[in-house]
């Protein structure tokens, strides 16, 4: 969008404010809304970027450690995980693009989709997880405490950034769900889907994340 | 603009009561209000680390005990600094002043999410909650140092998850309050008021904001690894486990470095505001001053690791960051000649705010300059972790940021509450918390390099007369402090209604009635001039301006 | 604030096919871990891990579509983590 | 370069005048010029003020002199700092390891103290790790310090430059008792350091050495003094009326000496026999009061030759002295 487009937009909401109104605003912001949208991606970001840095410097100091440490981690199951996650993606922003055209059946279909892939999501992330634990691999276990250092950190860097992200899919969830209640209420439709293209936004930031998880913990070889 | 015909057709936001006794306030979503909440909060919360601060120098009187034990000792300066870190100074000028006057000052009614505002207050308490009951539970006050440097912090039996979570909780009140910022920056702005229009004040808030946005999270992480480590041992911090006590010492400072900034970002934009005010005159070289805002948020976040020149970082690291050090004070630098510079041909009118404002300039460039020698290689390895430290901090701190909050209060006193604190009382208090200041804090840079380390329940008793001069001087310094509150508080309950403009000020908060209406402005103002327009204004409003 | 949206209309196609680019992607990089490429395994994964992140950003997130401004904060945020890694890197890489 | 290292201590002194100078002149400049500012455009003096946007030329000028002062700042105190991160061939090694809240040293035959020797003037590369949490290892007298952390090994150098005892600090917070984790460095000649390093003397040999002349340092090696330095008179006897493990030796100038011999108390005059007889012969005849503490026999370190230059520099410097007055 070219920035004139830009001034006449902003000149706009301008004239918006100037109408004597009350500080419940009957003028809802989209804009504005994105934009405090996306800030809070950007903490969610370097949240996870702190974790990745840590995993930097991990990597470096035990790389032989992470490589041995990897082997253990289900190589298909965290495919299919990305491949689902992935899709969910899709759906989400199909689900945009059908309430943008004002199709609020399809709308919800996708979102459905979206929800049951998240779902899906968990529960191969659940099977992972209990699988290793059979193992005796979990934080401070017998087990995992006798392994080399590297493995051990390995694993509490798994442990925590997966757990996160997983705790964050649960999050993205239960926000669908209540857009799911909302596209269903008319609450949000064809002129106001803001509220459904923002917690597609924090959706699409859960995936962003998996997508370097992914080759970071399977992909070592 | 008279007071009487507004008032007459808009409620101040004191009087608007849209809900019933307390929830008025409880479930406001005015920024006026939620300022002036932060503020009462900030008074509890901050008088609590001062009380502290004051028994830490009586046990510094003597080499042995003289009041307290070890152990309450660290839990005392660990207390002091976290209260006054995350409760006081961070939140400080944004949460209050910012809050109250951002919105008036771009024009327009709110900020961008007055709910989420609300939240970020609750948050704020709920935080520093957390941080008061981990004190009465088992096991004792956390005693880590504000610092929370691992291992010693997953190791010590003291509570520490409690407050660490309760500033995981500050840290969000603060990423919601940046974001809520930042964005109503882009958003609100009245008409014709251009990003080269907006008030230095609003500048410095917004670069502010934007550190608060992308610096917080890593130390909210930080925290949470440091929680997730004490209960589920995962091994990242405990070097036992193989983990990697320096890689928490960066995580740490990435955010806290910046976290300075912070602190002194805001401060640094009310001395914009009260500068021009009292000297009648345009402020000399805005765009640089509203640019080094912007300098020091981002050369700030590339200095970080000047706080662990001796922690065993590689040769190029030190090399690294203690160079980029250097570079970041050049931004402040300008900021302190552009403020002289804006004295210059001014007409000048000493009152109190400016008094205060004077004084930070002095203190402030101290700390600064002393940063300096932090900054230095050679010399930082050898005053680190010593009382030149504290010195340095407490400067730019209290002198810096607390002293602004001081000049702060006095300038926009009649603006949030309509009433007139006593003039003579409020310059009478600035000698002796000029020189008390001096004398607690200068004698620590002379401790600090003759090698007295800091955090020290007992010291060598060579160092006892520098301690008994300081001590000396904090008592002096809260005489004066007394003072000062004492009289704001009185000219809330007794002081004489001030009028809409008693400084002569052309910022829009100055062109409403005080206290401000609810809604802040009848009708949005168009903007066509730049904020510091006296000439302008005083074509328009000569009456207003012979009168003060 | 309509006009702009109406503005964005993206086929469900183009969805499809950023779909059909990243699920390849991932079976590229799957593939492709099996192979030993020694030092530069890692940096072909994030490579990888990288354009598969800039389509969702930018087809499924819009920020292609969207005003200049959001490319703007991306890019101060990325910068900001960019910054974090090399810095810190200065000490870790020269330990 | 060596000397360098050995200056370590003045450089980072003459780094921080350097630094606080250019500082005070600035604040002083900053202060000044708002004061009178204040002063002279008062609004009495100056009712109208003027309004100026700014002076690019200015502004450009307090960007650009700042940047360039900080950067002589900033190499200078590299360049001095260099020094300190270089470990010189042929350091001696030590171990240092900070527990919750001593320290530990071990030198590299294997000797083990919680105080630390050093032989002047000899670098010495110190190994560092800690064994519980952070801490630092602090010497204030030297401007240096580096942390402790478990799990790694950092290291610090410093060449001692003179003889005596420094406090050793730990400055890095470590919990309870972290201001009480203190010790001290006994900086010794080569000679004293190898003997002691080798097992001939002990601990209390070395702090008695320093303690008995801090300060004096430059007597030792060409001061009137020297013999006595060298012989280790000083441990015990000290040149200044101090009171220590044996009477000093301004006591001489008594002229007479109150001495136990074989149970009797005696008074004979303090002369070239006495002396000599006090040294060769150490029990033979005790000085009161110091019945309990024993000289030891030092006839294996002495030759005669040196016997007599010892006698005759007491006499003249002790003894004489008092006659004369
Ligand atoms: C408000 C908070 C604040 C501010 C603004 C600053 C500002 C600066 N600080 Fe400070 N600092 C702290 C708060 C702050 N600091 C705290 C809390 C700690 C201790 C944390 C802990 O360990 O507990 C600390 C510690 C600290 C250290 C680590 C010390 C150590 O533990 O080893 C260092 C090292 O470089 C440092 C440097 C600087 C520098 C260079 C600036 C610069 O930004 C200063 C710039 C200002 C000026 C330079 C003065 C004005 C300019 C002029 C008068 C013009 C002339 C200028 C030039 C010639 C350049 N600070
Ligand atoms: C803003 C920050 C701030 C402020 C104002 C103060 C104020 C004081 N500090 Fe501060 N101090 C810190 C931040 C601050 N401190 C930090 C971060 C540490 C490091 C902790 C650590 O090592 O972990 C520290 C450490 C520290 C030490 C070192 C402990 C040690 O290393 O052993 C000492 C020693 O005496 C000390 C003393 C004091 C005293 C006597 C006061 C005061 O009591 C002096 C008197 C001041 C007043 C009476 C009031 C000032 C009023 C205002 C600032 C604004 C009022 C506003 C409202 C009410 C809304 N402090
Ligand atoms: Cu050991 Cu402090
Ligand atoms: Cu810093």
Redesign the pocket.
Known sequence: MKSTEVEVVQEKIAEKQQEPSHSEHTHKDFFGAKIGMWLFLFTEMLLFGGLFLAYMVYRLQYSIDFVIAAQDLNLLLGTINTIILLTSSLTMALSIAAIQRGRKALSIFFLLSTIGFALAFLVIKYFEWTAKFHHGIYPNSPELLNKPNGEIIFYGLYYSMTGLHALHVVVGAILLLFMLLFLWRNKIHKEDYIKLENSGLYWHLVDLIWIFLFPLFYLIH | MSNETNSATQLSYLDYKPKKGIWAWLLTTDHKRIGLLY?IG??IF??VA?GI??V??LE?LTPDQTVVDAQTYNSL??L??LI??FL??IPGLPAVFGNFFLPIQIGAHDVAFPRLNLLSWYLYIIGGLFALVSLHLQGGPIDT???FYVPYSIRTTTNVILPLLGAFILGFSSILTGLNFVTTVHRLRAPGMTFFRLPLFVWALYATAWIQVVATPIVGITILLVVIERVLHIGIFDPALGGDPLLFQHLFWIYSHPAVYIMILPAMGVVSEIIPTFARRTIFGYKVIAFSSLAIALIGYFVWAHHMFTSGMSETARFVFSLLTFLVAVPSGVKVFNWVATLYKGSIELRAPLIYILMFIFLFSIGGLTGLVLGSLATNVHVTDTYFV?AH??YV??GG??IV??AAMHYWFPKMFGKMYNEKIAIWATPFIFIGFNM?YFTMFILGYQGMP???WSYLPEYQELHIISTIG?WI??FG?VIMFSNLIFGLIKGRRADSNPWGGVTLEWQIPSPPPHENFEKIPVIDHGPYDFERFKNENKNEIDRS | MEKEHKHNLIPYGTYFLVWLSLISLTVLTVSVAGVDFGRIALFLALTIAAIKSTLVINYFMHIKFDQPIFKFFLAVALATLATIFILTSTDVFFR | MEQALRNYAQNVDNVMLYIIGISFLLLLVITIAMVYFVIRYNRKKNPVASQIEGNKILEIIWIVVPVALVLTMFFYSESVYKVARNVPKGAMNVNVEAKMWQWKFTYENGKVTDTLFLPVGKPVKFNIVSADVNHSFYIPAFRIKEDAIPGRENYMVIEPKDVGAFDIACAEYCGLNHSLMYTKVFVVPENEFFAWYNGEVDNTYLQKFVLAHSGGYKDYITGNYALLFAKGCVQCHSLDGSKNYGPSFTELSRGYAKIRSNGKLETIPIDRDYIARSIISPGEHVVVGYEKAKMPLLTNRIRDEELTQIVDLLLTNFVKKSNEN
């Open positions: 503020l900030m008074m901050f008088w001062v601060g004051f830490m120098k510094m300066f660990t002091h600094g006054m870190i006081f100074i140092g504000w610092t504290v901090f407490h701190m209290f940021t607390a909050f001081f607690l800091r955090r020290y904090s310094l809260i402090l």
